[in-house]
């Protein structure tokens, strides 16, 4: 698959423990992407953040080093990403989605069986 050129980013932000019938959201978002033909999903842990709440959470305190943020980025056409957007609404009840333009400038796999 090649994605270049125009394209849309959403991002979405949960907490590390935020769950979707037992399975962390983080995990169902990158399936259910990997399941509607996306050209990727990457899921990066912060370190510390706030968000809604204004609950600080960070790795320093070990009481609140519990539910850390978690950001998935997803990143393809606008048309397939758009079509992604109702999945997203039933999956994070609490959190933060955006959306924005992007530029694809490079996007190129691995070739099958090779390392």
């Known amino acids: 698959m090649r994605l270049t050129g125009s394209a849309q980013r959403v991002t979405i932000f949960v907490g590390e423990n935020d769950t979707?019938?037992?399975?962390?959201?983080?995990?169902?978002?990158?399936?259910?992407?990997?399941?509607?033909?996306?050209?990727?999903?990457?899921?990066?842990?912060?370190?510390?953040g706030f968000g809604a709440s204004s609950l600080i959470h960070t790795t320093r305190l070990l009481s609140m080093s519990e539910d850390l943020p978690v950001a998935i980025v997803i990143v393809d056409s606008h048309d397939l990403i758009r079509a992604f957007l109702p999945q997203l609404d039933e999956l994070v009840a609490e959190g933060l989605v955006i959306l924005d333009d992007c530029e694809v400038i490079r996007y190129i796999g691995r070739a099958k069986g090779k390392r």
Do not use: C
């Open 20 to 48: 979707w019938h037992h399975r962390p959201v983080y995990t169902e978002i990158v399936h259910r992407a990997h399941k509607a033909g996306l050209a990727g999903a990457s899921v990066f842990r912060g370190i510390e």
